[in-house]
């Protein structure tokens, strides 16, 4: 069982930046593969980023080049970092845990566990 908790949010201007944090409480961290995700009103839960347990990263096209997943094993956390944020980016975004998943683990349905999500919204 993994809990995940996310903070970082906020209000940012178009061009700047935030870090996301996830906070995962539970045994075996270092053996779940982590995925962001977003979910922008009246709209479908889309993939942003993952990164596995041994590193390796995927991004969605839409964010590619501005944002950065990492993680800190022994902080139990995994980072978003958005930079140049665009008002496109506004969505609550969630976190999510998984020790399997498919093959690039870009699904919703790849995650067993997943935060209670956290406001980001980028004004023009």
């Known amino acids: 069982q993994v809990q995940l908790v996310e903070s970082g949010g906020g209000l940012v201007q178009a061009g700047g930046s935030l870090r996301l944090s996830c906070a995962a409480s539970?045994?075996?961290?270092?053996?779940?593969?982590m995925g962001w995700f977003r979910q922008a009103p009246g709209q479908e839960r889309e993939f942003v980023g993952a990164i596995r347990w041994n590193s390796v990263t995927y991004y969605a096209d839409s964010v590619k080049g501005r944002f950065t997943i990492s993680r800190d094993i022994v902080k139990n956390t995994v980072y978003l970092q958005m930079n140049s944020l665009k008002p496109e980016d506004t969505a609550v975004y969630y976190c999510?845990?998984?020790?399997?998943?498919?093959?690039?683990?870009?699904?919703?349905?790849?995650?067993?566990?997943w935060g209670p999500g956290t406001q980001v919204t980028v004004s023009s």
């Open positions: 539970g045994r075996a961290f270092s053996s779940y593969n």
């Open positions: 999510a845990a998984t020790r399997g998943g498919g093959p690039t683990i870009q699904k919703t349905d790849d995650y067993d566990y």
